[in-house]
């Protein structure tokens, strides 16, 4: 696994948690996520985070963040941690999160899935300097 600092996350805003596997959220990486962090968490994560504040989010139900004129609107998606059900009812299930970001008449969305397989995306087609505009208030 990969090691990172915790001055690597120092300009972090929003943590998407889409389950509690300790591959995917160690105490160590918990402690990384500052305190002013938002978090989004499947709602499996609440005895891990405990005192922290989360929204947590079942399947289909939604969470909005305002950053200036953008609006960011994620809502979680069921996702199956295994190759079929039976497994995924053993080894614990999450989220996925369909990420809309729109400011303007611009929309542009990402599908995020931790280690789940993504059999089907939509393509959505954005302007380069909408991207570029993203990219530099979010990093």
């Known amino acids: 696994m990969p090691v990172f600092k915790t001055d690597q996350f120092k300009d972090v805003h929003l943590c998407l948690l889409t389950h509690n596997h300790a591959d995917h959220l160690d105490k160590p990486g918990l402690h990384a996520i500052a305190v002013t962090n938002r978090i ?19 399947w289909f139900e939604e969470w909005k963040l305002n950053i200036g004129q953008m609006e960011i609107n994620i809502r979680a998606l069921p996702v199956i941690r295994a ?57």
């Open 40 to 58: 989004v968490a499947h709602n499996n994560l609440r005895p891990i985070l405990a005192n922290r504040e989360a929204a947590y989010l079942t």
């Open 83 to 139: 190759t079929n059900r039976l497994l995924g009812m053993l080894v614990g299930n999450g989220n996925g999160y369909l990420v809309t970001f729109t400011e303007g008449s611009s929309i542009f969305r990402v599908y995020i899935t931790g280690d789940s397989v993504v059999r089907t995306v939509q393509h959505i087609q954005t302007s380069e300097s909408f991207c570029q505009s993203l990219g530099k208030r979010l990093l």
